[in-house]
């Protein structure tokens, strides 16, 4: 692998947002307009981050086919990203892979580099949160995410038959936005029941577009005579290995109902991408309303690391809204924190605005709750880990015979959480499966260490290929 240097905005203050999402692109404007040149990287191709991904350079589907009710949201965004790029230096496809005392290690491409930074602004996002369930593993089965991106950036679907498994807003958008692709859909699925809605309703009225937006969703599916379930237990998604996804099996009013379907889209909300600011020894705290490990920042976006700032849903799922506004947000918190002068009084409206989006998370995370509790009829032969194929026995089994229940210790012996993905998608069930296991919160089971590279990266191998013979 080729090593390089690269030189961060040499004037002045050297700034490095990772993400050029709704977040980081609101973050880098600021700091354009105060006369700070940052680095901007990216993984993706292009910016827009998840909910603004960017189409393809070629591809020329109308704002309004991609991007629905927020085509103008979007717009704004690319627009303002294209406006900044001769003032930033902007690395595309560039991965953050590792976070050091004043570097950040990136990748792109094949080619290491490490940037020099005074301060970084980690926007980062959020992934799916998942839950396994009997079948996950079988192919048919994508995240949520992995099943809007094919749709948004290829125009592709996951099935001909689809069903979509979990809780969260992204259930249901994700459902519609396949209903408005001509796909059919199988059933939508929701494990979280409509009182627990319902109970959420004062605090979801602080967002109250947002709130009707999400109802639209859920009123199109209806009307489309898309079969819609709530309080729902997942049982089994039947199939094999060969031909994939053929069923789903789950528990409903009183009955076990079966559902023909090729594919099933899961997930449960969301969960922030914090590895980088947990290798940078950030501190982080356990969030009663979502039930998982978040970081800790104060209200402006400082972690308890000098220099190292978070926006977006990085540092709290919150929506595109709040990301864009806690980007711009972050940035002056940093220009403060430089001894440049800021608008306090426009600081502070932000941070009120920010506080109405804080009560709708809270609201949401309600509404749509973490299904903690469904670990309890995971089958000793279900697949938690599915990197590893780690069973919800095995795990149980390490937990018990070894006399541990701390998370970390259990990877050590169990290997739950060590593979491709990094415990990314399996370390929150597979704490709750330990916690359920020795009967304790999942506070107590703790939280996975980040380990480097944060996601797993490609190996070049100078002058020949790696192939077994
Ligand atoms: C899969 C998914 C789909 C979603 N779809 C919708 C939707 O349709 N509608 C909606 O209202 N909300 C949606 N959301 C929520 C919405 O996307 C977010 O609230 C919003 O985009 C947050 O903005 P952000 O800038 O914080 O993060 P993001 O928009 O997620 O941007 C983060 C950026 O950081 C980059 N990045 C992350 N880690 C690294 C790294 N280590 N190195 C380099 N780059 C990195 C990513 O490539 C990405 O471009 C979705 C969220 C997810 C996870």
Redesign the pocket.
Known sequence: MALQHLETAPERLRVVV???????TRCAEALVAAGITPTV????NRD?????RRQPEGFTRPYAQLYGS?AAKAQALHESFDRLRPFINYLPQ????NITADQLHCVSNGVHATLDYDAVVL??????RLMPVRGWQLPGNYS??GA??GLKAQAIAIGRKVTFLGTGP?LY?VAKQYLDAGVPIAAVLDTSSRMKKLGALPKLLAQPKLLLQGFKYWAQLRLARVPVYQGVEPLEIKGNAAAGVSAICFHASRQIRKIDCDAVASGYH?RP?AQ?ADLAGCEFHFDEHSAQWLLTVDSNGRTSVAGVYS????AS?R??DA?EQS?WLVAQALLKDQGQAVDNSLMQASEQRLQAFERFRIGINQAFQWPAHLVRSLTREAIVCRCEMITAGELRDSATTRKTFEFNRVKAFCRVGMGRCQGRYCSQAGAEVIAEQVWMPVKLVGRQRSQAP??PIPLAFNGCSHESE
Request: some cysteine; hydrophobic content about 45%.
């Open positions: 990772v993400g050029a999402g709704p977040a980081g990287v990216d993984e993706n827009g981050g998840q909910i603004y927020e560039t991965l953050a892979w926007c980062t996002g959020a992934t799916d949520l995410g809007q991106i992204l958008l969301l991408e980088l926006a977006g849903d990085s799922v929506g595109a990301a980007g944060v996601k």
